[in-house]
């Protein structure tokens, strides 16, 4: 069966093969829903780039969206029916246009199965979604790599838990049969915590069941990390081990989160979207200005 030869793939064969980041590569995108919006795997990877390649000069932008999906689907009421669920449909050539990303990494699939059990249509909605993000992102010259969805935590809903899992091994699959670039924090997340639940029934990667704590956006960040062939990190237990072993890295790592918070709301409003309720933040301008003084704070700590 698919399923089970994708299982013995994750969890006893390496791979996640890993991807060098192009010396070309300046502005690396992050589309995605409400987890990357949150956007704590994202400034671990920006914190960690920083560091260990303070040469490059990375750009890491944020553009998620909380209750986006790829698939044009809104369950009926949603947000008290105030509004339907954003579609990434209506401003990813928009996207592309204000950031011009050299290299973009896409986490969907959360919101996309409507929090039902397995639907084939919704399934279809699903992979249509992902196939027309893929492609127009081609069509635009720059190369994607394709994240697999978080866990939905079973304890909350095995129904929901196994529509990811079989949108996770779809993306998966798409490794091989059409060369996509593809790195699965899926199946990980949920080998991890069925780990800690053999001693602590009560352990949890997600309150609600939806959006993963610090833990598990370090999963996140760590699978990224390991997938970029950095390897050194696979043996760390957070984001806070990691950075202690850079001179000044907390300090960095903090600046690089404030850095973060700033962007990612004047980028989503310079844009646009259809989302109401969302911070407006400062014009792209300012906020660039602003970041600009914290970028020559940790170019000031990375030389002392």
């Keep these: 069966m698919l399923f089970s030869l994708l299982m ?49 000069d990375f750009e890491i932008i944020n553009v998620g969206l909380p209750s986006e999906t790829v698939s044009g689907l809104s369950e009926s009421g949603h947000a008290d029916g105030k509004f339907p669920r954003p579609d990434l449909h209506e401003r990813l050539k928009r996207i592309l246009e204000r950031t011009k990303p050299d290299l973009i990494f ?46 939905y935590d079973g304890s909350k809903g095995e129904a929901y838990a196994n529509v990811l ?15 996509w670039k593809v ?31 610090d833990t598990g956006h370090w999963l996140m960040a760590k699978q990224l990390l390991l997938y970029l062939g950095e390897d050194e990190i696979s043996k760390a237990n957070g984001m806070e081990e990691v950075v202690s072993q850079f001179h000044h890295g907390l300090e960095i790592w903090k600046l690089v989160e404030e850095r973060q918070k700033i962007m990612k709301d004047a980028w989503l ?18 906020a660039l200005d602003k970041t600009e003084i914290l970028r020559k704070q940790i170019r000031n700590l990375q030389k002392n």
């Excluded at 899926?186 to 009560?202: A, C």
């Excluded at 259809?274 to 911070?279: S, V």
């Design 8 to 56: 013995m793939l994750q969890f006893y064969v390496k791979a996640q093969n890993s991807y060098e980041i192009p010396q070309d590569v300046k502005r690396i995108l992050f589309l995605g829903n409400s987890i990357t919006y949150s956007g704590q795997y994202v400034s671990y990877i920006d914190a960690y780039l920083t560091l260990q390649y303070p040469d490059r």
């Design 106 to 151: 896409s986490c969907y699939g959360m919101n996309d199965g409507i929090y039902l059990p397995f639907d084939e249509e919704r399934f279809q909605k699903y992979k249509e979604g992902i196939n027309w993000l893929n492609q127009e992102v081609r069509v635009n010259g720059t190369p994607i790599v394709h994240i697999t969805p978080p866990i």
């Design 165 to 179: 899992d079989i949108y996770s091994d779809w993306i998966i699959s798409k490794r091989y049969t059409d060369g």
């Design 183 to 213: 790195i699965d924090v899926h199946w990980p997340m949920k080998k991890y915590l069925e780990d800690q639940r053999l001693s602590n029934d009560d352990f949890y990667l997600a309150k609600d069941g939806v959006h993963p704590n």
């Design 269 to 286: 409003t310079s844009i646009g979207h259809q989302r109401p309720g969302m911070n407006v933040g400062l014009a792209l301008g300012d």
